[in-house]
Nanobody, 119 residues
Framework: QVQLVESGGGSVQPGGSLRLSCVFS????????MAWYRQSPGTERELVAS???????NYADSVKGRFSVSRDNAKNTVYLQMNSLKPDDTATYYC?????????????WGQGTQVTVSS
């Protein structure tokens, strides 16, 4: 069974930086596309950034130029480097692993890590 464990959240002032990590276990990491989502109270979970197994990336418009997603297949880990943080970035950040098995989409989620941006 796939398990995802996020870390690296915390409190930071506007303009600061954080790096989130998500460690993957239970299957073959390189076969999975990975993504970071976030959710604030009262809002829907939204895609922040994704990275496919081949390394291609995609970002939400709100984070382009500030956030960077990367993966280390040797360490079974995906990262989200967040720079120039804004109060609107405050949310719980979730890691997601995606693959397709026998034509069926399979998704796995981590437990989330809190990011708070405040002065």
């Amino acid at each position: 069974q796939v398990q995802l464990v996020e870390s690296g959240g915390g409190s930071v002032q506007p303009g600061g930086s954080l790096r989130l990590s998500c460690v993957f276990s239970g299957s073959i990491f390189r076969l999975y596309a990975m993504a970071w989502y976030r959710q604030s109270p009262g809002t829907e979970r939204e895609l922040v950034a994704s990275i496919r197994s081949g390394g291609s990336t995609n970002y939400a418009d709100s984070v382009k130029g500030r956030f960077s997603v990367s993966r280390d297949n040797a360490k079974n880990t995906v990262y989200l480097q967040m720079n120039s943080l804004k109060p609107d970035d405050t949310a719980t950040y979730y890691c997601k692993a995606e693959t397709t098995s026998w034509g069926k989409a399979m998704d796995y989620w981590g437990q989330g890590t809190q990011v708070t941006v405040s002065s």
